[in-house]
Each structure stands twice: as C-alpha cells, then as structure tokens.
C-alpha cells in the first residue's frame, strides 16, 4: 500500500494521521456495516481540500485508478466522532456499485496524531 495520510484541519494546525499506523491501532476492533449515506466526506472535497490549486481531469482520472483498484474486503476506519480516516476509495467504489453499507471500524477514541501544523509537502512519503 503506498504512503498516505488523513488529513484535517483544527485549531493548532493541519493534523496528519499515517494511515498504516491506523490500520495497525484498528486491527483487533470490531468490524460493522454502517450505511454509506452516513459517511459526510462523500459531499466534502476529500481528496482535494487541502491542494493549492484546483483538481485537474488528470488528478480525477488518478483517482479513478484508485477507485477500481480498491477492494471492498478491507473495512474503511472512522474516527470516534464517525468521520473518515482511510478508505474513501472503496466508499466510491460502493456507491458506485449499489451497495447502500460498508464495512468499517470506528475508534473509540481516535489517536492521536503523527503530525501536527506540518505542511503536506512537507510530510514524509
């Protein structure tokens, strides 16, 4: 799996989560179905909030890429408020299949971040 990050805004800064170490702390949570409709990233610019310009039709097409190569058996992870923190490319994937649920691990408590107010550039890939 290549390098990746949650990214989110707050009040001291850009907070990065390093994706493998969340699949790492969710690994012996319980896996359950819960309804895409409920996942809000979906009407947000995940994938494209935090560039500098905007997305080209090259940029939707890598994601695409992504998209068809995501496997549904792997569950997406939700923080403990219910928000994303890995798996959107399989969320599309879904919905673009017909399914009306997922499989997910949701924390209890969400992690703390690997990296605070650290631009994305700037992260480690």
């Not at 039709?57 to 992504?66: G, I, T």
Request: charged share 25%; with cysteine.
């Amino acid at each position: 799996m290549r390098k990746q990050y949650n990214l989110r805004k707050s009040e001291q800064g850009l907070k990065a989560w390093d994706v493998h170490r969340l699949i790492e702390l969710s690994k012996d949570l319980p896996v359950k179905s819960i309804l895409l409709s409920d996942i809000k990233e979906v009407n947000e610019p995940y994938w494209f909030e935090h560039n500098t310009n905007l997305p080209t039709c090259a940029d939707v097409l890598n994601h695409m890429k992504l998209v068809q190569q995501a496997d549904l058996k792997y569950p997406i992870i939700l923080c403990s408020d219910g928000r994303l923190m890995d798996g959107m490319h399989r969320v599309i994937k879904a919905l673009l299949e017909g399914h009306l649920e997922i499989q997910a691990i949701r924390f209890e408590s969400t992690p703390e971040p690997d990296f605070i107010n650290i631009p994305v550039d700037d992260l480690p890939y």
